[in-house]
């Protein structure tokens, strides 16, 4: 499983024009899921993402986490997270989980976001997307379950 990262002070997605979901300080947070997956992966990497300590304190020192800024969470499923490579120029995603296994994930990681954060707001699963954000910093972070 993987989550991109990024510190934003606004973030939203829309669905064919229509705003979905909207934050504003907080953390847009791109997710990946692989077959092998498990919930007790999600567990792992949604654990991380809540006590992750990215947000300034007042020495400008990255010392408080989302909870000590009452930030907000946008959770935004992207399976070419990923993508392979390695051969040729078109990549490959055969190393994404099925949609059917991503889409559970997904859901999942949502409702155990929403058990530690007040404001978690969503993307659309497997639809076509516009992401916008600003950026903070700029600060992203990616977690890989395999390196933590």
């Not at 997605?13 to 092998?36: H, P, Q």
């Not at 400008?60 to 000590?68: E, F, I, M, P, V």
């Amino acid at each position: 499983m993987r989550f991109v990262i990024q510190r934003v002070t606004q973030s939203s997605v829309s669905v064919d024009g229509t705003v979905i979901g909207k934050i504003g300080k907080g953390l847009l947070v791109l997710i990946g899921v692989a077959e092998e997956d498990t919930e007790e992966t999600a567990d792992k990497l949604v654990r991380k993402l809540t006590g992750l300590r990215v947000f300034e304190d007042e020495n400008g020192k990255t010392n408080l986490s989302l909870a000590d800024v009452k930030g907000e969470l946008l959770l935004i499923s992207q399976f070419t997270l990923y993508a392979n490579c390695k051969k040729g120029n078109r990549p490959s995603f055969t190393e994404a989980g099925s949609p059917q296994k991503a889409n559970a994930l997904y859901e999942y990681i949502i409702a155990k976001c929403r058990e530690n954060v007040p404001i978690v707001e969503t993307g659309s699963f497997g639809a076509e997307m516009k992401v916008s954000l600003v950026n903070d910093g700029p600060f992203t972070v990616l977690l890989d379950s395999e390196k933590i």
